[in-house]
């Protein structure tokens, strides 16, 4: 099943259901950091995450950030992702590669590190971000997530979380958000339901690998309850908008001593943007170009400093 983010309702509203696949775009990140098998596990799900809370915000150009910091030897985890579809990540330390834990899994929990912490910023696309921070409760990522929404955003939720990955790349990708809504939480017997049958789900990637689509692992879980699925199916995919022009503003921030030395040391600069990976050359022509706007006649004397220095 191509990459794509289906939504669903059931029980009458009371029941929001978010899915996606995210296998293509797993793969690319693989490929653009050259992860190891646990750490495309680890980024795989973080970014399936980013997506399916994502979904959820209402402005067209909301975004959201997912930060895993943990103590184990993957370092940090990144994951941004918008309501557009659109998604990028990274990790601290692509290559480390575990043994499997005692479920045979790829040990993303040893990777990550038990302790630790995840922070999640909301940015609607105006004013200010909204943060918040949470303890890490495995470092599995699904659990730590699941726990965020529960306690930060005081929604009974339930995600489900999967990467499978092999020898030839990533066979399966993506996740599931269940969010039962205040309307139905206090309806027992619905959650009590819905719990057992999250429960018996034996993950996401085995649905996936036998075929399923989205619609069909939606009516398995809920077709009893009345379920609708929304017709439009987003497409999701691996994008940064980073940019030549975008990495020329951050060298000039070096100021005109350190853009001398790359001139003069490396003839030039190589900058690789951490998100993506591409790698950008800037000319010892384009660092000069940048000093000279840097010392440029328009010598950037803010108004208010030339009026002080004149009485
Ligand atoms: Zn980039």
Excluded at 101 to 111: I, Q, R, T, W
Excluded at 238 to 245: A, E, L, R, T
Aim: with cysteine; glycine share 12%; net charge negative.
């Amino acid at each position: 099943m191509a990459d794509q983010l289906i939504r669903a309702t059931a029980a009458d509203g009371g029941i929001r259901a978010v899915g996606v696949v995210t296998t293509r775009l797993t793969e690319e990140a693989k490929g653009r950091h050259k992860l190891s098998w646990v750490a495309t596990a680890a980024l795989g799900r973080t970014m399936a995450a980013g997506l399916l809370l994502a979904s959820n915000m209402k402005t067209p150009k909301s975004r959201i950030n997912i930060r895993i910091r943990g103590n184990g030897p993957l370092g940090g985890v990144m994951a941004d992702a918008g309501l557009d579809g659109t998604v990028r990540g990274y990790v601290d330390n692509p290559s480390i590669e575990l043994p499997p834990n005692a479920k045979g899994k790829l040990d993303v929990g040893k990777a990550v590190g038990p302790e630790g912490y995840v922070y999640v910023i909301r940015d609607v696309g105006y004013g200010y971000p909204y943060s918040s921070t949470v303890e890490l409760v495995s470092g599995e990522i699904g659990d730590d997530i699941t726990h965020y929404l529960v306690t930060s955003e005081q929604t009974a939720s339930a995600l489900v979380l999967g990467v499978f990955v092999d020898a030839s790349g990533v066979q399966a990708a993506g996740g599931l958000l269940l969010q039962i809504l205040p309307k139905a939480a206090s309806d027992e017997e619905l959650v009590g339901t819905l719990e057992s049958r999250i429960a018996h789900l034996s993950g996401f990637t085995p649905l996936l690998r036998a075929g399923k689509t989205l619609p069909q692992i939606f009516e398995e879980l809920l077709g009893d309850m009345e379920l609708n699925i929304l017709p439009e199916r987003q497409i999701v995919r691996f994008h940064c908008d980073c940019s030549f022009d975008r990495v020329l503003g951050a060298l000039k921030m070096f100021g005109v001593e350190e853009l001398r030395d790359m001139i003069e040391k490396d003839n030039g600069a190589v900058a690789t943007c951490e998100f993506c990976g591409e790698t950008y050359q800037a000319s010892s022509e384009h660092l000069s170009e940048l000093i000279d706007e840097l010392q440029g006649p328009k010598a950037e004397v803010p108004v208010g400093q030339l009026r002080r220095s004149s009485p």
